[in-house]
């Protein structure tokens, strides 16, 4: 299955990587980076890889999945066809307004 980042996750990736040069070793930013596009990566051979987002219980959402990476959240979409990264978020954002802006939003 192929894998999909939305325009706005792959400009949350972006984001994490800027915030983390201004205060990380370029080893340290390289390696968060890195995690994050491995662990999205690891769904082509685990697709049944993500735990339930919490914050999507009640409303039953079964396709979506979280990922982890270590301090960040992979909100990912698992289609018939494909795998839609969703967003990228450190775990201490507030995830439920992200969810709201672009997943419930339409």
């Not at 980076?33 to 999205?40: G, L």
């Not at 959402?61 to 795998?83: D, K, N, T, V, W």
Request: charged share 30%; glycine share 4%; hydrophobic share 40%.
């Amino acid at each position: 299955m192929n894998i999909i980042w939305t325009d706005a996750a792959r400009d949350d990736l972006l984001e994490i990587r800027d915030y983390l040069k201004l205060y990380q070793s370029p080893a340290f930013v390289r390696k968060a980076t890195e995690q994050i596009r491995d662990e999205v990566g690891s769904l082509k051979d685990w697709p049944s890889k993500g735990i339930y987002v919490k914050e999507l219980e009640e409303l039953q959402l079964e396709p979506y999945r979280e990922l982890l990476a270590g301090q960040h959240r992979i909100i990912f979409e698992r289609a018939s066809e494909a795998f839609y990264v969703h967003i990228v978020c450190h775990a201490s954002r507030d995830l439920e307004a992200l969810l709201r802006r672009r997943l419930l939003a339409g």
